[in-house]
Structures are given as structure tokens and as C-alpha cells.
């Protein structure tokens, strides 16, 4: 685990890069985009701390689906994906945390 800090506009993760870790927001706003098939970037949601970042990556061994960037001032709290494979496999509480976060995510606002 790291905490790192992001100044305004720095990008934090590309979509279609290799997701490697887990973001948890900690101080901060993060904008959530996505480049449509015809070109045009979408915003699809604005993250708060205590929101994950690369949750649905690490449970689909996916690539990064959508880019992040920093709004404001941010600092994150980066999890390596190898060190949260033991949680998954040993400890319920935190696949039920991770189901959580992951459906709340298709909540309409």
C-alpha cells in the first residue's frame, strides 16, 4: 500500500492501460471519463473520498475501462492487486465490501 497525491488535472489511470491496483479516494475529487467508440469522451461520474477506483478491474481481470483524473488536490490510497488477492480469497467481509461498492456504482442518481 502507498498513498500517493495528484495535483489538479494529472490523470491517475488510462482507459485500455493494464490495471495494476486498487484507488481509494482519501482527500479529494476524481472525474470518471470514458473515449466512445466514435471518438467523443463521456464523463460518467464524479468520485468522493472513501470511493474505489479499479474495484470492477480487480474483480474481471479487466484493462482500465475508463480514465481518472484529478479535479482537485488528491491524495489516494494506492492497493497493489497481488496484496488484495488474499483478502479476496480468505476473508468474506471484504468480497462483501467489494460487491457493495461495485452495485452501488449502478445506482441511478
Do not use: W
Not at 73 to 83: E, N, S
Amino acid at each position: 500500500m502507498h498513498i500517493q497525491t495528484f495535483a489538479p488535472g494529472e490523470t491517475l489511470c488510462r482507459q485500455g492501460d493494464v490495471a495494476h491496483e486498487l484507488y481509494l479516494l482519501v482527500e479529494g475529487k476524481l472525474k470518471i471519463t470514458h473515449m466512445s467508440a466514435t471518438g467523443k469522451r463521456l464523463v460518467l461520474s464524479f468520485k468522493h473520498p472513501f470511493d474505489l477506483v479499479g474495484d470492477i478491474e480487480f474483480v474481471r481481470k479487466i484493462e482500465l475501462m475508463n480514465t481518472v483524473e484529478a479535479v482537485t488536490p488528491v491524495t489516494v490510497l494506492r492497493i497493489a492487486y497481488p496484496d488484495l488477492e488474499e483478502a479476496r480469497v480468505h476473508h468474506s467481509a471484504f468480497l462483501l465490501f467489494l460487491l457493495e461498492t461495485i452495485t452501488k456504482k449502478f445506482e441511478l442518481k
